[in-house]
């Protein structure tokens, strides 16, 4: 039984995982690209040590993909399983209340037996890592009922550059039936859920430039345009009262849901006091006229995730700015073109700028929102598996982050994902204090062999 197996295995499951979690992989910062190619060796070794065959490190333009495979039977169906072992920055270091890469146990009001805190324990080290110790299972007990294939990537924070290539150049490597991926959340331990629905990505930086140097304030301040506070303005007029995005045609592609879409998208328990607890905010905040579930899930956004300029340092310096910079995202819904959107903000951004200023808008990277099928061999799997092991039927729902590998496989490999996630919203995802419960780790490791036995099943 998998439950004994993990039972007996428990603190050497434990203490692998915190040994990768150790390993800072920050895949946006160069200063760690050795710790990135060590966690990359790290997965290559366990993934041998699990009994996985051709395993290697793929070398990109960028940061590898590590691939293994098992194949039993090539008239069994394959499964192709997607992770990342690299993680977020873990800046601001000050607001971690224990060191980023030393994992840590606490308990929390959410996860009252443990939880992990450390960065990458549930973005994605510590939910891909249950699909190696899943894998050691099934091999150790001669229990694999399919055909099971692993990419590990170690750019998806980066926006998954160079795997598309890598698709492209190996799609007879990766041949399969279905992609499988553990890179979301579920609504709670005691409520099941599985993603139907990722959103989009169009990220931006913009920067601001007005005098040729830094002025002083006081001498030339009201004659001269501010960067700062004309980037401010800028920000702020990207919505009106009513919280919508004013970017002509944002809109324009975006498919309303029907009111029996939206009703069934709110039939998942939802406790307000709770959520605006757990985040310590007097009230929720966005579009008007749309639940939480909505604006999260199917309504496109737009937010600053940096701004920066001028002077932050200690103390006092009366300057007016050169320059200033701002990092900007917009999520996507389906329908809507990462690229399309991109160039919509660029012209509109542009235009809005007053003449004492000049304006560069540079696009980083994005990805096309999905819709994944609920009536798919590979959803009724996964279904089945949450329900074996968590004794209640998931829930369907729609997730408001972007994978966006996800469109990419079905473009470049033919293939539909199931996003079967052990995570919680709350489980401060590219935050400091980032953390994954104990449990929903070992739940994990628990429930994937199911999803593998009920595929196979399924497709006989």
Same mark, same amino acid.
């Given at each position: 039984?998998?439950?004994?197996?993990?039972?007996?295995?428990?603190?050497?499951?434990?203490?692998?995982?915190?040994?990768?979690?150790?390993?800072?992989?920050?895949?946006?910062?160069?200063?760690?690209?050795?710790?990135?190619?060590?966690?990359?060796?790290?997965?290559?070794?366990?993934?041998?040590?699990?009994?996985?065959?051709?395993?290697?490190?793929?070398?990109?333009?960028?940061?590898?993909?590590?691939?293994?495979?098992?194949?039993?039977?090539?008239?069994?169906?394959?499964?192709?399983?997607?992770?990342?072992?690299?993680?977020?920055?873990?800046?601001?270091?000050?607001?971690?209340?224990?060191?980023?890469?030393?994992?840590?146990?606490? =308990?929390?009001?959410? +996860?009252?037996?443990?939880?992990?805190?450390?960065?990458?324990?549930?973005?994605?080290?510590?939910?891909?890592?249950?699909?190696?110790?899943?894998?050691?299972?099934?091999?150790?007990?001669?229990?694999?009922?399919?055909?099971?294939?692993?990419?590990?990537?170690?750019?998806?924070?980066?926006?998954? %550059? =160079?795997?598309?290539?890598?698709?492209? =150049?190996?799609?007879?490597?990766?041949?399969?039936?279905?992609?499988?991926?553990?890179?979301?959340?579920?609504?709670?331990?005691?409520?099941?859920?599985?993603?139907?629905?990722?959103?989009?990505?169009?990220?931006?930086?913009?920067?601001?430039?007005?005098?040729?140097?830094?002025?002083?304030?006081?001498?030339?301040?009201?004659?001269?345009? /501010?960067?700062?506070?004309?980037?401010?303005? !800028?920000?702020? %007029?990207? +919505?009106?009262?009513?919280?919508?995005?004013?970017?002509?045609?944002?809109?324009?592609?975006?498919?309303?849901?029907?009111?029996?879409?939206?009703?069934?998208?709110?039939?998942?328990?939802?406790?307000?006091?709770?959520?605006?607890?757990?985040?310590?905010?007097?009230?929720?905040?966005?579009? /008007?006229?749309?639940?939480?579930?909505?604006?999260?899930?199917?309504?496109?956004?737009?937010?600053?995730?940096?701004?920066?300029?001028?002077?932050?340092?200690?103390?006092?310096?009366?300057?007016?700015?050169?320059?200033?910079?701002?990092?900007?995202? !917009?999520?996507?819904?389906?329908?809507?073109?990462?690229?399309?959107?991109? /160039?919509?903000?660029? =012209?509109?951004?542009?235009?809005?700028?007053?003449?004492?200023?000049?304006?560069?808008?540079?696009?980083? +990277?994005?990805?096309?929102?999905?819709?994944?099928?609920?009536?798919?061999?590979?959803?009724?799997?996964?279904?089945?598996?949450?329900?074996?092991?968590?004794?209640?039927?998931?829930?369907?729902?729609?997730?408001?982050?972007?994978?966006?590998?996800?469109?990419?496989?079905?473009?470049?490999?033919?293939?539909?994902?199931?996003?079967?996630?052990?995570?919680?919203?709350?489980?401060?995802?590219? %935050?400091?204090?980032?953390?994954?419960?104990?449990? /929903?780790?070992?739940?994990?490791?628990?429930?994937?062999?199911?999803? +593998?036995?009920?595929?196979?099943?399924?497709?006989?």
């Amino acid at each position: 039984m998998i439950t004994e197996y993990i039972e007996q295995n428990k603190d050497r499951f434990l203490n692998e995982l915190f040994d990768l979690l150790r390993i800072p992989s920050i895949s946006a910062d160069k200063n760690y690209a050795d710790d990135v190619i060590k966690a990359a060796n790290f997965i290559k070794e366990k993934l041998i040590a699990a009994g996985a065959d051709k395993v290697e490190i793929c070398e990109t333009a960028g940061y590898p993909i590590v691939y293994g495979e098992k194949i039993i039977d090539i008239n069994l169906p394959t499964v192709l399983v997607y992770g990342h072992y690299d993680v977020q920055p873990a800046v601001p270091l000050e607001l971690w209340d224990t060191p980023p890469f030393e994992p840590t146990i606490r =308990n929390t009001e959410v +996860h009252s037996t443990g939880a992990i805190f450390a960065r990458g324990s549930c973005d994605d080290k510590g939910q891909m890592y249950m699909h190696i110790k899943a894998f050691e299972y099934m091999m150790e007990t001669n229990t694999l009922p399919c055909n099971i294939k692993f990419m590990i990537e170690g750019e998806e924070e980066v926006g998954s %550059s =160079n795997l598309g290539p890598f698709c492209i =150049n190996n799609k007879e490597k990766l041949k399969a039936d279905v992609v499988l991926i553990s890179d979301t959340s579920m609504i709670a331990l005691d409520t099941p859920s599985i993603d139907t629905g990722l959103r989009g990505l169009s990220y931006v930086e913009v920067e601001v430039t007005g005098p040729n140097r830094d002025l002083h304030s006081g001498v030339y301040g009201g004659a001269v345009a /501010n960067p700062i506070n004309i980037l401010a303005k !800028m920000i702020a %007029s990207m +919505h009106d009262e009513n919280n919508h995005i004013t970017i002509p045609g944002f809109y324009d592609a975006v498919i309303e849901l029907n009111e029996k879409e939206r009703a069934d998208l709110n039939l998942a328990p939802f406790d307000i006091k709770a959520y605006k607890k757990d985040l310590d905010i007097s009230d929720v905040w966005g579009e /008007n006229g749309y639940t939480v579930y909505e604006k999260t899930g199917v309504r496109p956004t737009l937010d600053c995730n940096g701004i920066w300029g001028g002077y932050i340092g200690e103390g006092a310096k009366t300057v007016l700015p050169s320059k200033a910079y701002a990092k900007i995202s !917009m999520r996507l819904v389906p329908n809507q073109v990462s690229d399309e959107i991109t /160039n919509l903000f660029k =012209n509109h951004f542009e235009s809005i700028a007053p003449a004492g200023v000049k304006v560069i808008v540079k696009p980083h +990277h994005g990805g096309e929102p999905v819709v994944t099928p609920t009536n798919s061999i590979a959803y009724l799997a996964a279904s089945k598996a949450m329900e074996t092991t968590f004794g209640k039927k998931p829930i369907p729902t729609r997730g408001g982050g972007s994978i966006p590998i996800v469109a990419l496989f079905e473009k470049e490999l033919g293939l539909k994902s199931v996003l079967m996630g052990f995570g919680l919203d709350s489980d401060a995802l590219h %935050s400091p204090n980032e953390h994954y419960g104990i449990q /929903n780790y070992f739940k994990g490791i628990e429930t994937i062999p199911y999803f +593998h036995k009920y595929f196979a099943e399924m497709n006989h």
